[in-house]
């Protein structure tokens, strides 16, 4: 699909009057985040295998569903989530076959080049996030990142003890959830 495509498809999406089943308010009614990686297998079974629907949660997407910085966007969207919009749970679920496992990180600096980023751009970039290696890096093991994922927002000075925190690990195949680490 190109975007002339989703944007014919959007207009009549929109004249058919097909937003009215998803309407919701900005409050999950669940009072949970969830923290899930951007894996295509995950778009539609992750809800269901949960069995949440929409205004259920407050989802973020992000790549092997990691925290790469404790002050970037993740903690953002949690704080607003718990201060503003009443989140008292957050889960990290991570997946089996993971594409952020074994990652490597000189192999995508060199495909940047391929695409004509300089490494002017890259050093830039090292001094904005502590290191462009550092803020690119996989993992080699998913339970030990959700776990590990989970502990960061856990422990940040800036999310309430009161907030549960809890790792989870989703096979994106049949959707089946496991418990990674330890619960809090």
């Given at each position: 699909?190109?975007?002339a495509e989703m944007l014919k498809y959007n207009r009549e999406f929109v004249e058919r009057g097909e937003y009215e089943k998803y309407r919701t308010d900005k409050y999950p009614a669940k009072k949970t985040a969830v923290l899930a990686c951007m894996d295509t297998r995950?778009?539609?079974l992750l809800p269901a295998a949960l069995g949440v629907k929409n205004g259920d949660i407050k989802l973020?997407?992000?790549a092997g569903a990691i925290v790469t910085h404790p002050y970037g966007s993740v903690i953002h969207s949690l704080i607003i989530a718990v201060?503003?919009?009443g989140v008292e749970e957050i889960w990290v679920i991570g997946h089996d076959d993971c594409g952020m496992q074994n990652v490597d990180t000189d192999e995508i600096i060199e495909r940047m080049h391929e695409h004509?980023?300089?490494d002017v751009d890259i050093a830039r970039s090292d001094g904005a996030t502590g290191g462009i290696r550092e803020w690119l890096r996989g993992f080699?093991?998913?339970?030990?990142?959700v776990t590990e994922t989970a502990e960061i927002i856990r422990s940040h000075p800036l999310i309430p003890e009161d907030v549960t925190v809890s790792a989870m690990i989703m096979n994106p195949?049949?959707?089946?959830v496991r418990m990674a680490?330890?619960?809090a």
């Amino acid at each position: 699909m190109n975007l002339a495509e989703m944007l014919k498809y959007n207009r009549e999406f929109v004249e058919r009057g097909e937003y009215e089943k998803y309407r919701t308010d900005k409050y999950p009614a669940k009072k949970t985040a969830v923290l899930a990686c951007m894996d295509t297998r995950l778009t539609e079974l992750l809800p269901a295998a949960l069995g949440v629907k929409n205004g259920d949660i407050k989802l973020i997407k992000n790549a092997g569903a990691i925290v790469t910085h404790p002050y970037g966007s993740v903690i953002h969207s949690l704080i607003i989530a718990v201060y503003e919009l009443g989140v008292e749970e957050i889960w990290v679920i991570g997946h089996d076959d993971c594409g952020m496992q074994n990652v490597d990180t000189d192999e995508i600096i060199e495909r940047m080049h391929e695409h004509g980023i300089t490494d002017v751009d890259i050093a830039r970039s090292d001094g904005a996030t502590g290191g462009i290696r550092e803020w690119l890096r996989g993992f080699r093991d998913v339970e030990e990142a959700v776990t590990e994922t989970a502990e960061i927002i856990r422990s940040h000075p800036l999310i309430p003890e009161d907030v549960t925190v809890s790792a989870m690990i989703m096979n994106p195949e049949t959707g089946e959830v496991r418990m990674a680490g330890k619960k809090a």
